[in-house]
């Protein structure tokens, strides 16, 4: 495709989408809910198909030398479909939010104010590697009334192309538009470029992948964005703590899982509880092969401990997301020094306190500026589906409209409505 057939293209495609999002504004929960369970069928009688499909995307990575890992990602197992399955059935039974009116008030003059929830309209949607995201934007748009535009990743081109297949499939047999939900066919970057720059077509902007794409986006973007860059989270072990939740939970949000954007990278200690957490959770860290980055206050404590990685923080170190087994610790004096640091240095994303303290709790959570914030428990459930969202499209550190994780909610806005009964302003 050359560059004026791709803007053609693009164009088309924008104004197919706002015509469908017309007719998915309007649609019953029914109808949303019988594409959803049609989806969900679907899924499951084409395990083979897309295993066959899935496969071309697999090799072709392979061949072209990319890290295992990211290869990994590239994979529709039986169980991942499966997965996705349950996930639209899941959807297609949550109440339908479109069209409910909440904080109807009679004002004096005898009009009635409130709000209606209404979807967005279209939202384009760009991400890389995993092809089961089409399944999960195809789904949260369908339940949200929306039309969306989804743009994924060259590498994952076969199965994407399979699944929104699938989707349009589900959305024809409920008595929608298949335009509803349409997956950008060409690889040609200047897709990207076209997506982000129709504002007529498009109302906001989702990129989901890494930090150079979102960069990107965010930069050139004409609409909206819906993002978050990274997530620099941390966990807080006050004084008074229970130390033995304190060491569960913060091995919990580090190394549950190393590579999500909630994993905790920070640890901050007051200085009360320094001398007996430390060689707990070091001890732990040191079991599984985590590197510690401490300041002096920390290093001094760990360093004698027998196997552990202790290294010396860099001013970097602070503001790093590792998505690896490495964290920096660092002893502070109390609340008032964790809150300013986790202010500085993180993304806003979710941060922790595990304390005994009421009013230290009170505090960290009106204090710290994220978009999640947890008293007690695992920055690791910052999570749509752990939240009871159903799904979610992804996470948005910004403060604007949607924060934190993105479910159905997130996709739609609320408009004002006004019930009168011949009332006219004097």
């Known amino acids: 495709m050359n560059a004026l057939n791709v803007s053609e293209y693009m164009h088309t495609l924008g104004l197919q989408a706002r015509q469908a999002s017309a007719r998915m504004a309007s649609a019953s929960a029914a109808e949303k809910a019988k594409a959803l369970l049609a989806l969900a069928a679907l899924l499951r009688g084409s395990v083979q198909s897309l295993q066959a ?90 339940k949200s009334g929306n039309a969306c535009i989804l743009r994924g990743g060259s590498e994952a081109i076969e199965s994407n192309k399979a699944l929104a297949r699938l ?42 992948g ?49 590579s999500p954007c909630n994993a905790s990278e920070g640890l901050l200690v007051a200085r009360g509880v320094a001398k007996e957490f430390l060689p707990k959770i070091g001890a732990v860290f040191a079991a599984k092969g985590v590197e510690m980055r401490c300041d002096p206050e920390a290093r001094a404590i760990l360093q004698t401990l027998p196997g552990a990685n202790v290294q010396e923080a860099t001013e970097q170190d602070w503001s790093e997301e590792y998505l690896a087994p490495i964290i920096s610790v ?26 005994r303290d009421h009013v230290h709790a009170q505090r960290f959570l009106r204090e710290v500026d994220s978009a999640s914030v947890m008293v007690n428990t695992s920055t690791r459930f910052a999570d749509g589906f752990e939240f009871g969202l159903g799904a979610e499209i992804g996470i948005s550190t910004d403060k604007f409209h949607a924060r934190g994780p993105v479910g159905i909610e997130g996709l739609t806005s609320l408009k004002w409505i006004v019930l009168g009964n011949g009332e006219v302003r004097t």
Do not use: W
């Open 210 to 258: 890494g930090k150079s794409l979102i960069e990107r986006i965010s930069r050139e973007a004409k609409v909206p964005v819906i993002k978050h860059l990274d997530g620099n989270c941390h966990t807080y072990v006050d004084d008074p703590c229970d130390l033995e939740l304190a060491v569960q939970v913060t091995d919990n949000a580090k190394t549950q899982k190393y």
């Open 330 to 355: 660092k002893v502070v004096a109390g609340v008032d020094e964790a809150i300013a640091h986790i202010n500085r240095y993180s993304s806003h994303h979710t941060d922790a306190i595990l304390t």
């Open 53 to 142: 499909d899935n496969a071309k995307d697999v090799a072709r990575a392979t061949e072209a030398g990319l890290a295992a890992p990211l290869v990994d990602r590239l994979k529709l197992t039986p169980k991942i479909v499966e997965t996705l399955a349950v996930g639209c059935e899941q959807l297609a039974a949550m109440p339908d939010i479109i069209g409910e009116v909440i904080g109807m008030k009679q004002q004096p003059s005898g009009i009635r104010v409130g709000q209606m929830r209404v979807p967005l309209g279209v939202f384009g949607m760009i991400f890389e590697s995993r092809p089961n995201v089409t399944i999960e934007a195809a789904s949260l748009s369908i």
């Open 167 to 208: 989707v349009q499939q589900a959305l024809a047999q409920a008595g929608l538009p298949a335009e509803a939900v349409q997956l950008v066919q060409t690889t040609d970057r200047e897709a990207v470029g076209r997506l982000i720059a129709m504002p007529e077509s498009v109302d906001v902007i989702i990129p989901r």
